[in-house]
């Protein structure tokens, strides 16, 4: 059996060690360690709560403690991204607790909270530094920190990284760094964006990989509850009731999703506290620390600001809502079943997520078993063929038809003119009316060929070209020469009848210069010289009826 004895570490970290009650390394503690020590870049793999802080913190300290250099003002010679504050926090944590005997110093920088102070903690210089992205960037454009000193380079939690976007102040952090430096790349999950990224920083790396990728922790009881979307909170709040849940972990996908289910909690009575990047860094540590004090019963959360919470204890998590992301899920149950104790994962699908929740199962590679409630959907066994994990499907790609590129191998459409209203992209029929037919200006109704340009009788769809009543529209003349004046429809009015007035048009027929017919929508005339444009407008009352009303 392997012991922290074994891995070479000296006397002060292994009293640190010891005085925390660790007695015997984890797999990746192991594995790690050696290869640290010896000083190669490292690709690991592995969950959180596997024990990855420890892995490189220890090693670290090690070599910083050694040769006995301070960082020289301004600079750190270790440096550790971590994606969200909580994170951060913890693993500086760690490090003033595994190096209380030795005199490595160390801090920690992110946002929310005051950037003075921590711009004075960096101003003589750190031997190890913690730091979100954003707030690193921020002290580095302020000239209050210079990369240009870092031995060790950590990148923690890769994969939630890039989730959140961070790829760009990654790249920029990375291209301050001096060339002749250690690489440490941390990931629960490794697709192949992740391995590229891993493949551009590290240099011929030892890889350790705890767990094979994307699958969950072995004592976590997993199911799903498949329930209607009005009886999520009702279910979740019943099943809260059960007295062998102790701490409850509840992810949602929203901020706004957290505070509502919060509100709904507590209105039962029940102990529970928001944690998400809309609270304040002081709200965000008092639900903390009141949920690891056992004072807050449900701990409601982001995915993004749940990276950082390390609570031994959890007995349940729940996925009130599914991630978008798979491995995310992955992430989530992770909170349970710390240090070999057991846990239980639950989900919530509506019928909208199955999709999500078919994504899941072929990540972790398992079904998960359903799981009956009184106020989940009753008989979903129908669902069984379409629910499973199917390991020879292959995932298809999206759900939609591929479109043909070919131009030869796409039907063409029969070409309508005039069809389009100009705005919605409808025709006018489907606007609400039938379509008025055009007259150049100047030219008599009688001159025009209505062969040319007229529509078929009937409707082409019975639920167009309605009266009021419900009655079909019977086709009527085709100009106003077939009509009485009283009857004239304005956009077949001879040029004298027609006034016009400012703003925009519709889209309807319309003649331009020359006499030629235009199509489409256009600006309303402003003197009589420049194209006319006829049919429906949002023009408002810019056209006067004469003799009788449209």
């Known amino acids: 059996m392997t012991t922290f004895e074994s891995l070479n570490l000296s006397a002060p970290i292994l009293k640190a060690v010891t005085a925390e009650g660790y007695e015997t390394p ?63 926090a913890q693993i500086h944590q760690s490090f003033k607790t ?141 099943m809260l009731q059960d007295p062998q849940i102790t701490r409850a972990l ?95 994962a639950i989900a919530f699908c509506t019928p909208e997520d199955r999709g999500l929740l078919r994504d899941i199962e072929r990540t972790i590679r398992q079904t998960i078993p359903m799981k009956e409630h009184e106020l989940g959907l009753q008989g979903v066994t129908e669902l069984a063929p379409n629910h499973g994990w199917d390991p020879t499907a292959k995932r298809k790609s999206g759900g939609g038809r591929h479109m043909p590129n070919s131009a030869k191998s796409a039907p063409k459409k029969p070409h309508h003119r005039g069809q389009g209203n100009g705005k919605t992209g409808e025709s006018h029929q489907q606007a609400g009316g039938p379509r008025r037919e055009w007259t150049p200006v100047g030219m008599p109704t009688q001159a025009i060929d209505q062969s040319q340009f007229a529509r078929k009788a009937e409707p082409r769809s019975e639920n167009v070209g309605r009266k009021a009543d419900g009655d079909r529209h019977a086709p009527g003349p085709r100009s106003n020469a077939d009509r009485p004046q009283g009857e004239r429809k304005f956009g077949d009015r001879p040029h004298g009848e027609r006034k016009f007035g400012g703003g925009k048009s519709g889209g309807g027929r319309g003649p331009n210069k020359g006499g030629k017919p235009s199509f489409g929508g256009g600006r309303g005339p402003s003197s009589g010289s420049k194209p006319v444009s006829h049919g429906g407008g949002n023009g408002g009352n810019w056209m006067k009826v004469i003799g009788g009303k449209d």
């Open 98 to 238: 595994y190096g209380k005997h030795t005199k490595v110093t160390s801090a920690v920088v992110f946002g929310g909270v005051s950037l003075g102070k921590q711009i004075e903690a960096v101003k003589n210089g750190v031997d190890v530094l913690v730091a979100t992205p954003g707030r690193l960037v921020d002290l580095i454009d302020r000239r209050a920190l210079s990369l240009s000193k870092v031995e060790v380079f950590v990148l923690d939690e890769v994969d939630q990284m890039l989730d959140l976007g961070f790829i760009h102040a990654i790249r920029k952090i990375t291209g301050m760094l001096p060339k002749q430096r250690q690489n440490l790349f941390f990931s629960a999950t490794m697709p192949k964006e992740i391995a590229g990224l891993a493949a551009n920083l590290l240099n011929d790396p030892a890889r350790v990989e705890i767990t094979p990728v994307a699958t969950t922790a072995e004592r976590v009881t997993q199911s799903v509850v498949h329930v209607d979307p009005a009886n999520k909170t009702k279910l979740l709040t019943a």
């Open 250 to 344: 509840i992810f949602t996908r929203t901020k706004h999703g957290a505070d509502k289910v919060v509100k709904v909690l507590t209105q039962a009575k029940l102990e529970a506290a928001a944690i998400h990047g809309n609270k304040s860094q002081a709200n965000r540590e008092r639900a903390l620390a009141g949920f690891k004090a056992g004072k807050v019963l449900a701990l409601v959360a982001t995915d993004i600001a749940a990276r950082g919470i390390d609570v031994d204890g959890v007995s349940h998590v729940f996925n009130f809502d599914l991630p978008f992301v798979p491995e995310s899920y992955v992430h989530r149950i992770g909170r349970t079943a710390r240090a070999g104790a057991a846990g239980e």
């Open 26 to 88: 984890t797999p990746i503690q192991v594995q790690a360690i050696p290869h640290l020590l010896a000083g190669r870049d490292l690709l690991g793999i592995a969950q959180t709560g596997t024990g990855k802080t420890a892995a490189f913190a220890l090693p670290m300290l090690e070599r910083l403690s050694k040769d006995g250099r301070r960082a020289d003002r301004g600079t750190c010679r270790a440096l550790i991204l971590s994606p969200t504050r909580e994170l951060a």
